[in-house]
């Protein structure tokens, strides 16, 4: 959950969740964050890093590039940048120099 408030775990109803902090985070949630999210938090994942790099590496044109570009300069932290970065090589590294 992003918030800017509260961090711990929190039981509701029978379940625990994990709230953490988040500083900054977009206030429209478009499927380019997600995707920059879902890198920066790799490696919380119980998932196969490589396979879930892989598909993410396979699904590039159903994105909007610019938008990921930009998602990617605003919320992703230096490994998402460099990852991303791979991705997006020509756009991304002519643009911010990564």
Known sequence: MYNHKRHGEFMLGKRTFSFCIKPHFSKKVTKEFLLVDLVNNLENLAE???????????????????????ATKNYGSVRT????????????????GI
Do not use: I, M, P
């Open 48 to 70: 196969d890093k490589e396979q879930v790099l892989e598909k993410v590496y396979s699904k590039k044109q159903f994105f909007d590039v610019k938008k990921l570009v930009q």
């Open 81 to 96: 940048k460099k990852l991303l970065g791979k991705l997006l090589s020509a756009e991304f590294n002519t643009v911010y």
